[in-house]
C-alpha cells in the first residue's frame, strides 16, 4: 500500500488496516511455520506497511 492512500485513510480505518494485516502476517507466519509459504518477501513488506500506518497514525494525533 502506498503513503498516499494510507495519508487519505481516516484513523479509524487506519486501525482497521492494521487488524487485517496482522491476521495476514499471522496467517504467513503458520504457513512459514509449516513449510507452505510460497513467497517470503511479504512477511517483509506487512512488516514494513505496518511501520508505515503506525508512523502515519502517530502523527495525526500529533496534528488533531
Known sequence: MKVNELNEMTIAELDQQLVDIKKEQFNLK?????GQLENPTRIKQLRRTVARIKTIQNAKKVEG
Open 30 to 34: 503458520l504457513q512459514q511455520v509449516s
